[in-house]
């Protein structure tokens, strides 16, 4: 009786039929597809209508003014503000100064901004009130960088208040 301990196949033979497997599924994940940019679709219509062999065809209907306006900028990335055609409101940041959820912190986010305003006459501020609070936001800047600074200027003028602003982001006024 033979022993199982001994192999009847060598031991080439079983690494080259590993070899033989192996090699065609790593030389498939190789294959290499070229994009040949004179055929590139000009829309991303014409991409969805375009039919290839083997695949479905997909019918887009969408208004001629539609097809006009995707792929092109708005005005500077964000909406223009009604009755005012040279102001539009984009995603930049502003200086938080106040904020209170108490029954006097209208008048506390009031009082801050007469503050800001007479020392820094140049920077817009902003009281609102989005329940239950009451917030003080001072500036439109489209960098974090120009906030910052803004901000590092509030902080010297009033040091009182220096551990409460931050510099946060929210939706600017931005002169076009």
């Not at 001072?138 to 960098?143: M, P």
């Not at 600074?149 to 009182?160: F, G, I, N, R």
Request: glycine fraction near 6%.
């Amino acid at each position: 009786m033979k022993s199982l301990s001994k192999s009847t196949f060598p031991i080439p033979a079983i690494i080259l039929t590993a070899l033989l497997l192996w090699i065609p599924k790593t030389t498939y994940a190789q294959n290499v597809v070229t994009n040949d940019q004179s055929t590139a679709p000009a829309s991303i219509f014409e991409a969805l209508e375009s039919s290839k062999p083997g695949e479905g065809r997909v019918i887009v209907f969408v208004p001629s003014e539609v097809r006009k306006r995707v792929g092109t900028v708005g005005p500077q990335g964000g909406q223009i503000l009604h009755g005012e055609t040279n102001i539009s409101l984009r995603g930049g940041f502003r200086i938080q100064v106040y904020v209170g959820n108490l029954k006097t912190s209208k008048q506390e986010a009031y009082s801050r901004a007469s503050r800001v305003n007479r020392l820094f006459p140049g920077e817009v501020c902003y009281v609102t009130y989005k329940a239950p609070f009451w917030k003080l936001l001072v500036g439109d800047f489209i960098s974090h960088e120009e906030a910052h600074k803004v901000a590092k200027e509030l902080k010297q003028s009033m040091p009182d208040l220096a551990q409460e602003i931050y510099v946060v982001r929210n939706r600017i006024r931005y002169h076009n």
